[in-house]
């Protein structure tokens, strides 16, 4: 059995956006029994023993954690490289020094688009100047800095002008991910999933950057798995190389099993009750599709099952209700008109022009998070409209 060499440590579902694209679970309410500083430093120290090396401090946002510092400062003492995913709200100047001073090495931010007014309704609060002081604030430091953004029909229009701004920002590397349909993405899926032709666009416009860049910016950009002959390797695999410990203090085999842990009916593997090494080794959850023993066929006989791993469980769960099936977007999985028929709803060209997306909810913390920064700022939030227009090139 491999030993994992990172983990996602959601330190906190609170988050100040409420961007309809979230992959944080729907209910946000189980998740608010937070881990504590020591709990999370006893995880840390339990993780670099199991051999990680590389801690990724998210969320919601990290940042709304009052112990961040702390918690940076107990990794790095561990030796363990440490990269905090943030919206950049909340990241001050003197936050960001303390930061710096506990050993953080790494900061990647996200993007919504280029453009204020489509960038601050994507993210359902003011946010984009914020952005870019941040992003200065972070090369100032002397941090590297990796943008992410979520790329959907929204603003996908825009990837040229996102690129634009990237460089002028000094990223160092980009990451252009399509939407998965996870969390508060799923019920969105319809309004966020592009068409054929924004695709295209998109390309054309990554690759024109790329040879106007060369190697000043790493341009990393991932297709929509709907639009795939065949599944990607989710995670190299179920609980092979990495996996997740959320907020209350269940362990995930990937950042997204949230609702195929409760569809398994299998007990929770919790850092409060047992060691990160039980969790990885004997846990049933971690164990339920490791390998390839589980596979059903077409994969169990496919010359792909060591490349692409049956694909995403939590993408087959979502769709079909049962994790266990061939991930629907493979097009041998006899569940693939299932993506079909969401790729041609899509590129309907009687398809209106504008259309609905539920926006992240606010719960506990973040409400008074939220509220607090109206009082700072003397501004009220956007909350994203229920209009959602689509990005223009």
């Known amino acids: 059995m491999d030993k994992p060499y ?3 440590a959601e330190l906190t579902y609170s988050c100040p956006l409420q961007c309809g694209y979230c992959s944080n679970p729907l209910q946000l309410d189980d998740y608010r029994d937070e881990l504590s500083t020591e709990e999370w ?3 840390f120290a339990e993780a670099a023993d199991l051999g990680v090396l590389q801690l990724h401090l998210s969320g919601g946002e990290p940042l709304q954690r009052h112990d961040i510092v702390d918690l940076v400062q107990s990794a790095n003492q561990l030796g363990l490289y440490t990269n905090l995913i943030t919206s950049g709200l909340g990241l001050s100047t003197r936050r960001a020094e303390q930061l710096r001073g506990a050993g953080l090495d790494h900061v990647q931010l996200s993007i919504q688009a280029d453009e204020q007014a489509l960038s601050d309704q994507i993210a359902g609060t003011t946010s984009f100047e914020r952005k ?3 992003a200065r604030l972070v090369k100032q430091l002397g941090w590297p800095l990796t943008l992410n953004v ?4 929204q603003n996908i229009d825009r990837i040229a002008g996102i690129l634009d701004m990237a460089q002028e920002m000094e990223a160092d590397r980009i990451e252009l991910a399509n939407t998965q349909y996870a969390g508060w993405a799923g019920p969105n899926q319809a ?3 592009p068409s054929r032709d924004q695709l295209e666009r998109a390309d054309a416009a990554v690759e024109a950057a790329r040879e106007r860049l060369g190697e000043r910016m790493d ?4 297709m929509p798995d709907y639009y795939s002959k065949y599944p990607k390797p989710c995670m190299d695999g179920w609980a092979s190389r990495q996996f997740t410990v959320v907020p209350n203090g269940e362990a995930l085999p990937c950042p997204a099993a949230h ?3 409760r569809g398994l009916n299998l007990p929770p593997a919790s850092v409060r009750e047992h060691a990160l090494e039980w ?3 004997q846990a049933p959850l971690f164990q339920q599709f490791r390998g390839d023993a589980w596979m059903p066929d077409p994969c169990r006989s496919c010359d792909r099952k060591d490349i692409d791993f049956g694909g995403c469980r939590c993408q087959a769960f979502a769709l079909t209700g049962d994790a266990a099936r061939t991930d629907p977007v493979c097009h041998l999985s006899p569940d693939h008109g299932l993506v079909e028929a969401a790729v041609v709803a899509a590129n309907d060209p009687m398809r209106p022009r504008e259309s609905t997306v539920i926006p992240r909810q606010q719960t506990g913390r973040t409400k008074r998070a939220t509220a607090a920064a109206q009082g700072r700022t003397g501004r009220t939030p956007v909350a994203l409209s229920a209009t959602v227009l689509k990005g223009q090139a």
Do not use: P
């Not at 341009?219 to 991932?222: E, Q, S």
């Open 6 to 8: 990172g983990l996602l």
């Open 41 to 43: 430093q006893r995880v």
């Open 132 to 134: 870019h002081v941040a």
């Open 150 to 153: 979520v790329l959907h029909r």
């Open 191 to 193: 309004e966020l999933l």
């Open 219 to 222: 341009i990393i950009y991932v």
């Open 259 to 261: 609702e195929v842990a």
């Open 279 to 281: 969790i990885w080794e």
